[in-house]
């Protein structure tokens, strides 16, 4: 059984809070972390008590759907509430952070941020980064990680396979098969 790292870790984490995203526009998902412990996590959503994009469509001005408080702001914001120090912390989120969050970012003093997809990387925020000395990682999350079936799913598969090839199927159509079950199954950590 492979080990699965920290990076990793967090990252998927950032990827679960997603799923909790209230806004159909984007789903983002942001973890904070110090000394490898979680210390807050965010994604996109309502203010608490308002209605959700998911319910009453998107409430969208100049482009861009204003209901929604960003996954990097409400993770900062839970530590803000909750009395965590940010400062020297790190994040992973699932996308590279707005211009707003980045700035938000810098001056609770995070130091590194992981990110798992580029997203309209501003340039501004990138030139922010540097001059703060914040570090940019693009960690991107290997699917395998938080799929717990993994391997009783491969073993089924290999099993399936096995038995068509003994009653009958051709080598080509059997090597075929393994080729698409090991892309579909197999760990690329
Ligand atoms: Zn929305
Ligand atoms: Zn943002």
């Known amino acids: 059984m492979e080990r699965i790292s920290w990076n990793q870790y967090f990252m998927a984490q950032s990827h679960l809070l997603a799923l909790r995203s209230t806004c159909e526009r984007l789903a983002v998902g942001a973890t904070i972390v110090r000394d490898k412990r979680i210390i807050a996590g965010g994604y996109n959503g309502s203010i608490a008590g308002d209605v959700h994009c998911a319910d009453v469509g998107c409430y969208v001005i ?99 396979i096995g038995k068509l090839s003994e009653s009958g199927l051709s080598e080509t159509e059997i090597r075929d098969m393994h080729e698409k079950a090991n892309q579909l199954f197999t760990s690329y950590v």
């Open 62 to 160: 100049d482009h861009h759907c204003v209901r929604t408080i960003h996954a990097e702001m409400n993770a900062i914001l839970q530590c803000a509430k909750f009395g965590a120090p940010t400062a020297d912390a790190e994040i992973y989120v699932t996308h590279f952070p707005c211009l707003q969050c980045c700035k938000a970012i810098i001056q609770a003093g995070i130091r590194t941020v992981y990110y798992a997809k580029d997203y309209k990387n501003h340039p501004y925020a990138i030139d922010l980064f540097e001059q703060a000395g914040v570090q940019t990682e693009q960690v991107e999350l290997d699917e395998m990680i938080i799929d717990l079936k993994n391997q009783e799913k491969l073993a089924f598969v290999a099993d399936l």
